[in-house]
């Protein structure tokens, strides 16, 4: 069964650097996502992605995020100068319309 | 105001009996899509069952049903035959707008979600 792949699956940085999370969607899917969730809170959208741009983003995602397709089959959320308050799970999530949105494991970012 | 509320923080169930989650929402477009996923300890989300807003019929797949009550806005998840395997978090969310009109704009696939209700399942 397809399925979306996340890596790393955890990730521990220190405040101020740059990460980057990634993710390859399911093949056939054309809108692509990035949701986070802090711990024991629930999950938040931050930003859609169809067609190479960004079709909606939320106010959390502000100009320390970015996100990219770089080629065919990947999908990165780049978080610049991460602070303590970046620490949550992400998950990256695809969708092809009416189906629900079939979201990857998560990555765990852990900043220190 | 809230989008999607889910009131209920936890609850035990009984192995093999049925639990009823609940899920209430609120939106002003007539064309919208509800959604439940599972959360286990993992921490993976595992998309379980969709309901359109025109659907005629309540979702069903497999153990899971959706009791969808339009005029209510409440669109519950029930969980037939409970097995140690279902303790998790479940997370009740909604997609505004029609998706049709989302392949034109782009845009409207996001979903909001509740807070969700951590189900514990009792041998």
Same mark, same amino acid.
């Given at each position: ?13 220190? /405040?101020?650097?740059?990460?980057? =999370? ?5 093949? %056939?899917?054309?809108? &692509? ?17 169809? %067609? %190479? ?20 089959? %990947?999908?990165? =959320? ?10 949550? /799970? ?12 079939? &979201? ?9 | 105001?809230? $989008?999607?509320?889910?009131? @209920?923080? #936890?609850?035990?169930? @009984? ?22 996923? $599972?959360?286990? *300890? ?8 969709? @309901? #359109?807003?025109?659907? @005629? ?7 899971? *049903? ?18 140690? +395997? ?27 979600? #509740?807070? +969700?209700?951590?189900?514990?399942? $009792?041998?």
């Amino acid at each position: 069964e397809p399925e979306v792949t996340q890596t790393p699956s955890h990730q521990v940085t220190q /405040m101020g650097q740059e990460v980057i =999370l990634r993710c390859v969607p399911i093949s %056939n899917h054309l809108y &692509f996502y990035w949701y986070r969730q802090i711990l024991g809170q629930k999950v938040e959208f931050l930003v859609s992605f169809y %067609n %190479n741009e960004i079709s909606e983003k939320s106010e959390i995602f502000d100009d320390q995020f970015s996100v990219e397709r770089p080629d065919g089959s %990947n999908f990165t =959320l780049k978080i610049r100068s991460t602070k303590l308050e970046d620490s949550a /799970m992400y998950f990256c999530a695809s969708s092809e319309l009416r189906e629900g949105a079939f &979201f990857g494991q998560g990555t765990r970012l852990t900043v220190v | 105001a809230q $989008k999607i509320t889910q009131t @209920q923080p #936890g609850m035990f169930v @009984q192995e093999k009996e049925a639990v009823t989650l609940d899920c209430t929402y609120d939106t002003s477009d007539p064309s919208y899509g509800l959604f439940w996923y $599972k959360q286990p *300890s993992s921490g993976e989300m595992i998309f379980l069952i969709y @309901q #359109g807003s025109y659907d @005629q019929q309540n979702a069903t797949e497999g153990r899971y *049903s959706l009791n969808f009550q339009k005029a209510r806005k409440s669109a519950n998840l029930v969980i037939s035959a409970s097995q140690l +395997g279902d303790s998790a978090m479940y997370f009740c969310a909604m997609r505004e707008g029609p998706y049709w009109i989302s392949r034109i704009k782009a845009a409207g696939n996001k979903l909001t979600f #509740g807070g +969700g209700t951590r189900v514990l399942v $009792k041998p």
